[in-house]
């Protein structure tokens, strides 16, 4: 029984542990959207052409935060 | 009062056993169709009349159309306007069933991981599928960028690789992640309301601060079901342009 409680317990640990990953992909999600707007407001006739570049760098940045939060997710509901 | 609950899929109609499958008619199933039905409703009823200047559905139609030709055009090129159909389907889909899901006591379809993963395979298999019958081996230089040191090659092709194998289970999991984790915290919100509200008057003017955060927040969430679709249509486009010119 105390093996399995501490099974438990070192799960749920795991999982908090692996959302701090998540604060990472933030950092990197805020730096693209910062810097595009900075490069919009100097040269907004430019900016709408990078819109798409804009969205790929996001959804990229933000695939390593989703692999985090699928840790996370795995070890709560699948292990 | 439960967070998950919302996600339960439920039997609505059971069809029969077919060997080992039981065929159930699920909510989930139900609000597929009614998505598709909407998608269907929205794009043919207002066009069937052709009209040369458009009324207020027929112009949603061909703002739909232009979108997702001009993110094809511009990511893929206009090679790319042969995927149209495929990348207009399941832009439609995820973004129909995004909004829909929304309202509040529906069914989200895309929240579930079994369907966004269905959606990523399917994409995933046509680039490989078509890539190799439109290249032949000549699609494997997607693992080979030109220019490259001889040296650093291998670590790269294996990095390559990696990513190419990881694309399904990114592409799917964005979607559904981010679907879950905003249904999850508007019912996290609307709980502090009943909570709040039982505890008596001085409850209930306590109680208005969550529910001006949930009708922020499904101001954000419909941004995200908007924005998740475009993503996912635009992953998709920049995966099939592989299959276009491989080795670039």
């Given at each position: 029984?105390?093996?399995?409680?501490?099974?438990?317990?070192?799960?749920?640990?795991?999982?908090?542990?692996?959302?701090?990953?998540?604060?990472?992909?933030?950092?990197?999600?805020?730096?693209?959207?910062?810097?595009?707007?900075?490069?919009?407001?100097?040269?907004?006739?430019?900016?709408?052409?990078?819109?798409?570049?804009?969205?790929?760098?996001?959804?990229?940045?933000?695939?390593?935060?989703?692999?985090?939060?699928?840790?996370?997710?795995?070890?709560?509901?699948?292990? | 009062?439960?967070?998950?609950?919302?996600?339960?899929?439920?039997?609505?109609?059971?069809?029969?056993?077919?060997?080992?499958?039981?065929?159930?008619?699920?909510?989930?199933?139900?609000?597929?169709?009614?998505?598709?039905?909407?998608?269907?409703?929205?794009?043919?009823?207002?066009?069937?009349?052709?009209?040369?200047?458009?009324?207020?559905?027929?112009?949603?139609?061909?703002?739909?159309?232009?979108?997702?030709?001009?993110?094809?055009?511009?990511?893929?090129?206009?090679?790319?306007?042969?995927?149209?159909?495929?990348?207009?389907?399941?832009?439609?889909?995820?973004?129909?069933?995004?909004?829909?899901?929304l309202?509040?006591?529906?069914?989200?379809?895309?929240?579930?991981?079994?369907?966004?993963?269905?959606?990523?395979?399917?994409?995933?298999?046509?680039?490989?599928?078509?890539?190799?019958?439109?290249?032949?081996?000549?699609?494997?230089?997607?693992?080979?960028?030109?220019?490259?040191?001889?040296?650093?090659?291998?670590?790269?092709?294996?990095?390559?690789?990696?990513?190419?194998?990881?694309?399904?289970?990114?592409?799917?999991?964005?979607?559904?992640?981010?679907?879950?984790?905003g249904?999850?915290t508007l019912?996290?919100?609307?709980?502090?309301?009943?909570?709040?509200?039982?505890?008596?008057?001085?409850?209930?003017?306590?109680?208005?601060?969550?529910?001006?955060m949930i009708v922020a927040l499904t101001a954000l969430e419909l941004l995200v079901a908007?924005l998740?679709?475009?993503?996912?249509?635009?992953?998709?486009?920049?995966?099939?342009?592989?299959?276009?010119?491989?080795?670039?």
């Open positions: 029984m105390e093996t399995i409680a501490a099974a438990t317990l070192a799960k749920y640990i795991g999982a908090g542990i692996a959302c701090i990953g998540m604060g990472g992909a933030g950092i990197g999600v805020g730096t693209i959207f910062g810097n595009y707007l900075a490069a919009a407001l100097r040269n907004p006739s430019a900016a709408q052409g990078q819109f798409g570049n804009l969205i790929f760098g996001f959804a990229v940045t933000e695939a390593l935060g989703i692999f985090s939060l699928l840790i996370a997710l795995m070890l709560l509901f699948v292990v | 009062m439960d967070p998950i609950h919302q996600f339960q899929i439920t039997p609505l109609y059971r069809i029969g056993k077919i060997g080992p499958v039981d065929l159930v008619f699920t909510n989930s199933a139900l609000f597929m169709l009614i998505t598709v039905a909407i998608i269907a409703i929205v794009l043919l009823v207002p066009t069937a009349g052709r009209a040369l200047v458009p009324g207020r559905l027929q112009s949603i139609a061909e703002m739909a159309y232009e979108f997702v030709a001009n993110t094809i055009r511009t990511t893929a090129g206009p090679e790319g306007m042969m995927y149209f159909p495929l990348v207009f389907s399941l832009f439609m889909f995820i973004l129909v069933a995004n909004v829909m899901g309202i509040p006591g529906a069914f989200t379809v895309t929240s579930q991981i079994i369907i966004t993963v269905a959606l990523a395979l399917l994409v995933f298999v046509i680039v490989v599928v078509v890539g190799i019958a439109r290249n032949g081996l000549s699609f494997f230089k997607i693992f080979v960028p030109s220019g490259v040191p001889v040296y650093i090659l291998p670590l790269v092709v294996a990095l390559e690789v990696f990513s190419f194998l990881i694309r399904p289970v990114s592409h799917s999991v964005r979607l559904f992640a981010n679907m879950l984790a249904h999850i019912k996290v919100f609307g709980g502090f309301v009943i909570m709040l509200g039982a505890a008596g008057i001085v409850g209930w003017v306590g109680a208005a601060l969550p529910v001006i908007f998740q679709a475009y993503v996912f249509a635009i992953l998709t486009c920049i995966y099939l342009k592989d299959t276009l010119h491989p080795g670039h």
